[in-house]
C-alpha cells in the first residue's frame, strides 16, 4: 500500500495525480492511509473519537479534505463536466447572449429595444442519445458457458432496473468523459448499485494510468432542519469516513468512521467487514476521459448563434429599410420613429434649397446564407461528435446492409472504444457480484468466465440478413443461425421451442399423405 516506486514524486502535486489543474505538494511518506490511521475495524464510537484524537497529524484529515475539494470545485475539468450536464438539459450559453450596439467611442453597449431571440437547436443531446443508444440501448447479455445456475443468477441481479441505471451510466461517461458507480449492501442485505454524479467525484489514483484507486472522495447537498450544508464521504480499503461542510470547512458527522458492511458474530457482536478493493467502479467515455461536449461545444454554440441572429434580422424588417431624411421637421430620431410608428406619417420642411422628403435604402436578408452556414456547422458537429445523420442519402429507396454499415462507420468506431472501457469496467463489478453470491452461501463462481454481449442497435436490411443466415444451412450452427436473426431476442428460449416443435409426435401417423409440388394428390 505505502510502495509508491512508479509513482511521481512528492514535487509532483496531489493535484495532478487526481487530474486537475494546480499545485498542491503531497508527501508519499504520509499517504493517505497515514492521514486516516483508524488500525480497527470495530465500529465503536468511543473507540474511533480516542483514535481520532490520538492520530498525529502534519496536516489535519480535515484540512486535507477541504483542499482537495477546493481543488476540484475550481478545476476546469469539473467545469466541462457540468458544462456537458448543461447542454444535454437544454441549458445552453445562448440564453445569456445579450443585443449590443456599438456606442461612443466604440465600445459595445447592451440594448433591451432590439430583438434577442436565445434560440436553441440541442443537436449536442441528440448525439449523447445516439450514442448511448447504440450501445447500450438494448439489454447487455451475460453468458457462461454450462452453467445454468451462474446464468439464472446474473439474469437476476443484471435485470431491467440495472439495463436503466448503465444507461443512465453511459449518459454521465458521454457528458463528463467518466461515472461512477458505487457498490454496496442496503439495509437489507442486498447488493445495491448506485450512480454517483462525476461532477460530485474526486478520485485519488495510485497511478498514471488511472487503473488502481487509493480513496474516493463523495460530496453532496445535504439538507436537515432547514439548514443546507454538504455532507462528504471519503471511501478507501479501511472503510467509509464521514465529514459535514460548512462554510468551506470540514468537521468529523455524527458517526465519523463505518466499515463498508457488517455481520453479528456468534456472541451477538457486529462485525465490520470490508470489500478486498475500494467499491467504487470508474467507467469511461474513453481512455483519456475526454467528454463529448469537448468536441462539440464551439460548433454547438455556432448553430445556436446562427438560428438567434437569423430570427432577430427577420424580426427587424421595419429596420432592414434605412431611412435617409432631407429638411426633416423634428428634433431627434426619436421622435421621427414613434411618429411614423403612430401617424404612418412624419412631417418634412422646406428650407428654400428644395422640397424635403424620406428616401429608403433596402438591406436584404439572405437566408440562403444562413441555410449554407447551418449545415455546414451540423455536418461538422456530427463528425466530430462521430455520429451519424439519420437522413442521410445512403438510406434513400432500398439501402444494402454495406451501405447501412458505411453511415454508421463513426458511430462504430466510437462505440468500440467505449466498450473496451465498459468491459474492463463490468470485469471489476462482476468481482464483488461474485463476492456477494459467495457471502449469500450460492456458490463460488470467481473462477468462471463470463462474456459480456453488447447488443448495439443499428439499423439492418432484415431481408437481406434473413436470406443469408438461410444460405448458411450447414455451414455454421443451428444455434449461431438463430443468435444472428433479428428478430430473436431470446436465443436459448427460442431454441428450446425448436426443440420442442422437432419432438412433437405425430398423433394421426400416416393417415394424411404428404403432398409432394407438381404431383397429382391420390
Known sequence: KNNHEDAPDATTGIAEKIGIGGTFSFDWEKSWTHLFNFTSLSSDPVRLNTIIKETPKIISDEEYVEELIQEFLASGKR???????????????ILAMKRTIIGEGGSLQEVDNLPNNRIIDNQYQKMVDQKKNYLLGKPIVFGTEDNKKYNDLLKQTFNRKFQRLIKN?????????????????????????????????????????????????????????????????????????????????????????????????????????????????????NTKEIPLIRKVKSLQDGINAILSTFMNNMQEDARNTILVLVNYDGQDLGEFRRNLSQYGAVKVRNDGTGGGGVDTLQVEVNAENYQAILKVLKNALIANARGFDAKDDRLNGEPNQMNIQSMYSDVDLDANEMETEYQASFEELLEFVNTYYTHRGLGDYDVENVEVVF????????????????????????????????????????????????????????????????????
Not at 80 to 90: H, K, L, S
Not at 174 to 192: D, P, Q, R, S, T
Open 79 to 93: 467545469k466541462e463536466m457540468i458544462d456537458g450536464e448543461r447542454y444535454y438539459e437544454g441549458d445552453h450559453d
Open 169 to 285: 451510466i453511459g449518459e454521465d461517461s458521454l457528458n463528463c468523459g467518466i461515472a461512477w458507480m458505487f457498490v454496496n449492501y442496503n439495509e437489507h442485505g442486498e447488493l445495491e448499485m448506485k450512480r454517483l454524479k462525476p461532477y460530485q467525484v474526486i478520485p485519488i489514483w495510485l497511478d498514471y494510468e488511472h487503473e488502481e484507486l487509493e480513496a474516493v472522495i463523495y460530496f453532496y447537498d445535504w439538507e436537515s432542519n432547514g439548514e443546507v450544508y454538504q455532507k462528504v464521504e471519503v471511501y478507501d480499503e479501511n472503510g467509509i469516513y464521514r465529514f459535514i461542510r460548512k462554510d468551506n470547512r470540514i468537521i468529523p458527522d455524527d458517526v465519523p468512521f463505518s466499515t463498508y458492511f457488517s455481520l453479528l458474530d456468534e456472541d451477538g457482536d457486529e462485525l465490520g467487514l470490508n470489500w478486498l478493493k475500494i467499491p467504487v467502479i470508474p467507467w469511461r467515455y
Open 455 to 522: 447488443n448495439r442497435d443499428i439499423l439492418i436490411n432484415e431481408s437481406e440478413v434473413i436470406a443469408n443466415i438461410r444460405q448458411s444451412t450447414g455451414v455454421i450452427s443451428r444455434k449461431t443461425q438463430v443468435r444472428n436473426h433479428p428478430w430473436i431476442d431470446d436465443v436459448d428460449e427460442e431454441m428450446k421451442l425448436i426443440d420442442q416443435e422437432e419432438t412433437i409426435p405425430d398423433d394421426y401417423g400416416n393417415a394424411f399423405k404428404k403432398v409432394i409440388p407438381n404431383e397429382e394428390v391420390e
